[in-house]
Structures are given as C-alpha cells and as structure tokens.
C-alpha cells in the first residue's frame, strides 16, 4: 500500500495503529443458558467413566 499524498498516509496510519474491533459485546442479561446436547455435565461424564472402568475390569483390562 503506497500513500499517493499526506492525506491518504494518514487515513493508512489511523487503520493501522487503530484499537482492535471487539466481536461481541457481552449480554446484558447475563450469559446465554446453554442449548440441549451441545455437552455432558460433570455428574453424567464420571458415572460413564465409573461404567466403564467396571466393564474393563470385568473383561481382565484392569
């Protein structure tokens, strides 16, 4: 990018050294409840894991 005159250097310069553009404001109700199935709560991953260390040991795994 090559400024042609002082005017342009200068609108070239504010784009440059402006202060970063931010995504998303924050809600002002708080944060968004989360949607069905788009993750497993604590409680339902440690009972898997509880599952499946109890069909390891059954098969000689552990």
């Known amino acids: 990018m090559a400024a ?4 342009e ?11 970063p ?3 998303r404001q924050p809600n002002p109700n708080g944060p ?5 199935g788009t993750g497993m709560k604590r409680g339902d991953a ?3 894991m509880a599952q499946l260390a109890a069909q390891d040991a059954q098969l000689g795994a552990g």
Do not use: E, G, S, V
């Open 4 to 7: 042609d005159d002082d005017a």
């Open 9 to 19: 250097r200068n609108r070239i310069r504010a784009k440059l050294y402006a202060p």
């Open 21 to 23: 553009k931010t995504r």
């Open 32 to 36: 968004r409840p989360q949607r069905p």
């Open 46 to 48: 440690m009972a898997l």
